[in-house]
Every structure is written in structure tokens, then in C-alpha cells.
């Protein structure tokens, strides 16, 4: 149904001609014929459009009725391949969007949004594409905003195909626009191969004629010849002929050893000029001769001869070591005996005592002598000290009887306060202080212990090891006498608290976290088992705490648990739960040595009745008593009842 809502402009003519036939298909046929040139606007709630061939034709419609068909506009829909077809340019003003595939595969070209610069461009759709017409790079939205935030999408890392490059480049040439350009082939090689000049892949230059306008540096080594060809240097300074003649040359500077061989080497041999060796900044060590050749020095005043006789020296100053060594070399100062040494003397002169066999030095200013290295002549009982500091020697006064001399680290030794014998104390004894000085002890010890023993008095100033013994304490008997022992003695307590009250020591006696379960029966099947030592309540109150629990399987099957204190049950359960936990908690007391007094408490999971027992258990605790818990099912299934924890306490008396 169509509905003339408004018409804009004139209407001149307008033939609406409406066939109707109805079909199977309750589709209506009809046609559409428009002309003028002014507005109308129409309604409806669906506009179908085709050739009522049953989907064998292609439908169309045509804008303009030119005689010349190129100004017609045309919008076909293809039934074959299910698309439209658009024969003119489109034009879209407003934004387009695709859920299908957007083919361009069959176009003349594409072309993008560009701008000059993707920085200041505005981005109104994430993952939005726009090329850089300055850099010719297409750049992809991040983030939409005014201007937006842009990332290129070139591949980081990416290669280029210098082949396909080439192809493309009508010049056939490589231009950087002034910029810098860097070949960069990782462990690979860089081989040029062209007809004037080549580089292999060990990087070696071949070329006719090789000029550099600035600076030929190398990063390496770099050699120049192959040892078949002569090489010439030409320059406005200095040259170096084929023949290897230097001319020009005002100076070598080498940052390594020089050397030179093949010939006699001749330095100033035809002029008058002086001849300097490291007598500029240079501080280094001036070396002549290398060991295998004899040297001489022939000068107008002095010599030394190719055997190492000097003369015409007139003296020797030396601020270091003058070394005369060698086996075979002495060198003797001035000597004689002690009442000999001269009256006078300036300081630092030696002469060798032969009375006390000592080199004598004189000291500053006093035409005194001295024992080497000491400054002065020392006290009867002194003893001589050494002085890092001056490099001198020194002399300590005299001690006492008994005093021991002690060091006092980089100062002068002194002599101790105390005394100590001047001989052994009796076997065994070991020097200790009075008080005031060392003297020997009353008590004696062994020579030697065992390893891990402890000392202690067994007897009046005679002192033992104690043997040791393996994860044990050390106890003592009712007599006081120590041992080490891996069991407490009965009684022990300790502290409960910050109060004055104390406690019996206890601990865990059992403890088993393996799951254990009924078998496929009907019988009372033993879960857990354990023997309690023979006397190990052996105080009366002295007990133990029994804690036990499990689950039950999901069934309906009745089942009954039990824990057992000897042949008394001391903590019982009978049901039919379904998959739920359980739990055992019990106290057994000594009265007597055959009377106990038992607690036992069950509980069920989600069962709000706790069942408690009071028990009279009768074992003889002088035996070993079996604690047990037992499962027992009305139907036989496995595993109906399971234990998955026990933990058995001491409670010391």
C-alpha cells in the first residue's frame, strides 16, 4: 500500500497503473511509473522489485532515459551470484560499512583517505587506515580522538626486496636524499661484484684506482700489498719511495714496540746534531741491548768496555738498589773490630763489627754508632723490636721475674702485670688465674676426650668425659650422676604459661594418615592397629588421647565403627549415612595397674546428636595394650567405611 504523505513542486503527470493477481505465493505484480521534476515522498513498508520469472532473470533499474546510453545510471542485481552491480563512480558523503567481504579485486584502482600528516589527523573508528603522503606510509587508529593516535603498519623488522626494488625503479639507481644509508649483514657477508671494482667476502678491496677525497680509515687491520707488487707514497710532506727510502719525515710515534732488523742501524752518524733518547715527558724504561750482544759506551770523559769495566767514574748516586748478585760477585765494606770503628763519622756511613759481628751505622750528628736498623743501644734484660713504620729497631725495658712479654699490636711490646711459673705443674692440671697471677690447677684431666663428650666432676678434682649418645639429653639417675639418654626420666614437668602452675610433659605417641577401609564383606575388618608399650602408663593419671576420623560411601548401607582400648569399646557408631564425615574422640586414664577409666566421644557430620560413652577398661598395663578401630557393613561393598586419620597422645603424670 502506498500513502502520499506530502508533495513538493508540481506534479505534472503521474500514471500509477497497479495490476494486481493474486497467486499461490500471495505476491502482488505491479508497476511503477514516475515522471516529473518535482519531489514527492512515499511510504511503504516493503518495495519488491523483479521480473516474476521465478528467479531465472537478472533484475535492474535504470536512472535516466539519455539516448545516449553513458549518461544512464544502472543498479543490477546479479540472481546468479547474488550481488549488485553499480556501472557508474559512487559517491558517499556519509559512512560506509561491510559485515560481508568487500571485494576490489576486479577494480581500476583503490585509493585510501591520505593526509600530508597522520600525527594531526583526526580518528572518529578504531583500526581506521589513512596514508601519509609525506613518508608513503600507512598508518593504523589506536585510539579515537581528535587528532588520534596512529601506528604504522609496516611489519617491524621488516626486509626489503632490493630485487624488486630494482624492478620497480625506472632510474636504476639508489637514492637517499641525503640522508645516511647502512648495510647491515649480521654474521652474513657483503659482496660487491661489478666490473671496475670488487669486494669479496673476506672483505678485501680490488680495485684499478682507489681515491678518497677525505679521511681512509679501518676498523681492522688493513694491509696494503700482497708481497708481489712495489708500493709508492706521494705526498705534499713526505714520501716513501718503491725502494722503501723515507724522506720528509719529522717524527714516528708508535704505541707498541719498534723494531727493526736486517742491517746495521745508524743514528746521527753523519751530522752534528745532538742525539736525544726519552727525553721529552716520556717516563718509561730506556732498554739497550736485549741480552745476546755486548754493549759499549765511548764518550770523552767516561767508558764502560764491551766486558762491563767502567772508568773515569767519579762516583755513583743511586735512590734506589745497587745489586751486586751472583755467585761468584763480593763486595766488601770497610771493617775491623768494635774498638777500631772511627771516632768520627758522618751519617749514614757503614762499617762492618767484627767483633759482634754486626754492621754498624752512623746516626745523625753524634759520631755514635749503631747496630744496624736501632736507634738506640738497648738495656741489659731488653729485647730488640722491630718498627714497620720507621724501619728502625728498637729495644723494650727490662721485666720482672715471671712477666711474659705481649704484643701491642703495631706499638712496642710490653711486659704482662701477672707472672706465670717458670716451670710444669703437676700431670693433668691446666694453668688458670688467682686472680692476680697464672698458676696451676688443683683439679686434673685427661689428656685427651672423645669427640662430643662433656666434661663433668666424678670425684673431687678429677674431671671425666661423658660419653655421648645419638638424639638423646642429658638426664640424671636419683644418685645425680649424668647421663645421655634418648628417654626423659618420669615426673619431669614444665612451666604452664606466665603462671606458677606446671605441666606433665606429653607428646604424640602414633600418628597415620593412610586411608584404610572395610573389604567386600559382611565382617568386623580391623582399619588400624597399634601396640601400646608395656608400661607406658606407669603413674597413676598418667593417660592417653585417642582422636579418629573417616568418611562414609554414598550408600544407604548400614554400617557400625568402633575403637577399641584393649578388648573394652570405649567409642562406638552405628548408621546408614550417605557419604559423610565422622569422627572419634576419646581419653583413657590409669586407676590402677589393671583399671583404666575411658571417654568416648562419636559424631557424625551434619548429625546434631553427639553420643559420648563411659568405659571401664581392665588391661594389664605391665603388657603391651592393642589399640584398634574396626568397620563392619550389613552389605557387603568395599570401602563402605574409611579412615583417613588417627593421631594417639601421651598425657605424662
Known amino acids: 500500500m502506498f500513502r502520499n504523505r506530502n508533495i513538493i513542486g508540481k506534479i505534472g503527470f503521474i500514471l500509477f497503473t497497479l495490476y494486481i493477481s493474486l497467486t499461490g505465493t500471495g505476491l502482488a505484480n505491479a508497476k511503477l511509473i514516475f515522471q516529473d521534476d518535482s519531489v514527492g515522498t512515499y511510504e511503504s513498508e516493503t518495495i519488491k522489485i523483479g521480473s516474476n520469472d521465478a528467479g531465472a532473470n537478472n533484475t535492474a533499474i535504470q536512472f535516466g532515459t539519455d539516448s545516449t546510453g553513458s549518461e544512464n545510471g544502472n543498479i543490477a542485481w546479479n540472481i546468479g551470484s547474488n550481488t549488485f552491480g553499480v556501472d557508474h563512480t559512487v559517491d558517499i558523503t556519509g559512512g560506509l560499512s561491510a559485515t560481508g567481504q568487500v571485494n576490489f579485486s576486479g577494480s581500476a584502482g583503490y585509493r585510501m583517505r591520505e593526509v600530508a600528516n597522520h600525527l594531526t589527523a583526526a580518528c572518529t573508528t578504531v583500526n581506521e587506515l589513512v596514508l601519509n603522503t609525506t613518508n608513503s606510509t600507512i598508518y593504523k587508529c589506536t585510539v579515537v580522538n581528535n587528532p588520534g593516535t596512529w601506528v604504522s603498519t609496516s611489519a617491524a623488522g621488516s626486509t626489503p626486496d632490493f630485487e624488486g626494488v630494482y624492478t620497480q625503479d625506472s632510474g636504476k639507481d639508489l637514492v637517499t636524499g641525503n640522508a645516511a644509508f647502512t648495510i647491515t649483514t ?34 681492522g687491520v688493513a694491509t696494503i700489498g700482497d708481497n708481489g707488487d ?31 732488523s736486517g742491517g746495521a742501524v745508524n743514528v746521527n752518524a753523519g751530522s752534528n746534531f745532538a742525539t736525544n733518547i726519552n727525553t721529552g715527558g716520556s717516563n718509561a724504561l730506556v732498554s739497550i741491548g736485549g741480552g745476546s750482544g755486548t754493549v759499549a759506551i765511548d764518550t770523552t770523559s767516561w767508558d ?13 748516586t743511586s735512590t734506589g738498589n745497587i745489586n751486586f748478585s751472583g755467585n761468584t760477585t763480593t763486595f766488601r765494606m770497610p771493617s775491623g773490630t768494635n774498638a777500631q770503628l ?31 736498623g736501632t736507634t738506640s743501644a738497648g738495656t741489659n734484660g731488653g729485647v730488640l ?41 703437676a700431670a693433668g692440671t691446666i694453668m688458670r688465674s688467682n686472680g692476680t697471677n697464672g698458676v696451676y690447677s688443683t683439679s686434673t684431666f685427661a689428656d685427651t676426650y672423645a669427640a662430643s663428650n662433656l666434661l663433668y666432676s666424678n670425684g673431687a678434682n678429677t674431671v671425666q668425659g661423658l660419653a655421648t649418645a645419638n638424639n638423646g639429653v642429658l ?106 564425615p565422622w569422627y ?32 571401664a577398661p581392665a588391661e594389664t598395663l605391665s603388657n603391651a595394650v592393642t589399640i584398634k578401630t574396626t568397620a563392619q557393613t550389613g552389605t557387603a561393598a568395599a570401602n563402605d567405611i574409611t579412615q583417613t586419620g588417627i593421631v594417639i597422645e601421651y598425657i605424662g603424670q
Open 186 to 219: 649480521g654474521s652474513n657477508d657483503f659482496i660487491v661484484d661489478s666490473n671496475d671494482w670488487n669486494v669479496d667476502a673476506s672483505g678485501n678491496l680490488d680495485g684499478n684506482n682507489i681515491t678518497a677525497n677525505g679521511t681512509l680509515d679501518a676498523n
Open 230 to 260: 712495489t708500493i709508492t707514497l706521494d705526498s705534499s710532506d713526505w714520501d716513501i719511495s718503491a725502494a722503501g727510502a723515507m724522506t720528509g719525515i719529522s717524527g714516528i710515534t708508535n704505541d707498541s714496540t719498534f723494531s727493526t
Open 304 to 316: 764502560i768496555s764491551s766486558a762491563g769495566a767502567a772508568t773515569g767514574l767519579t762516583g755513583i
Open 342 to 372: 772511627p771516632g768520627t763519622c758522618t751519617e749514614g756511613m757503614e762499617y762492618y763489627d767484627t767483633t759482634n759481628h754486626v754492621i754498624q751505622v752512623c746516626i745523625s750528628g753524634t759520631n755514635t754508632w749503631r747496630p744496624q
Open 385 to 425: 723490636y722491630g718498627n714497620s713504620s720507621t724501619g728502625t729497631y728498637g729495644f723494650s725495658a727490662a721485666g720482672t721475674t715471671g712477666q711474659v712479654l705481649q704484643s701491642s699490636g703495631s706499638g712496642a711490646p710490653t711486659w704482662t702485670t701477672s707472672t706465670y711459673p717458670a716451670s710444669a705443674g
Open 475 to 580: 638426664v640424671t639417675n636419683g644418685s645425680g650422676v649424668p647421663s645421655i639418654s634418648s628417654t626423659l626420666p618420669t615426673g619431669i614437668k614444665m612451666t604452664a604459661g606466665g603462671g606458677t602452675g606446671s605441666v606433665f610433659l606429653g607428646g604424640d605417641l602414633f600418628n597415620d594418615a593412610t586411608t584404610y577401609g572395610n573389604t567386600n564383606d559382611t565382617n568386623e575388618d580391623t582399619m588400624t592397629s597399634y601396640s601400646l608399650p608395656a608400661n607406658t602408663l606407669s603413674v597413676n593419671n598418667d593417660g592417653i588421647h585417642i582422636r579418629v576420623y573417616g568418611n562414609t560411601a554414598g550408600n544407604s548401607h548400614n554400617k557400625t565403627i568402633k575403637l577399641y582400648f584393649g578388648a573394652t569399646v570405649i567409642a562406638t557408631m552405628s548408621n546408614n549415612s550417605s557419604g559423610k
Open 584 to 615: 572419634f574422640d576419646s581419653y583413657v586414664l590409669r586407676k590402677s595397674a589393671t583399671t583404666q577409666t575411658a571417654m568416648g566421644l562419636s559424631q557424625l557430620h551434619s548429625d546434631t546428636t553427639v553420643a559420648v560413652s563411659n568405659t
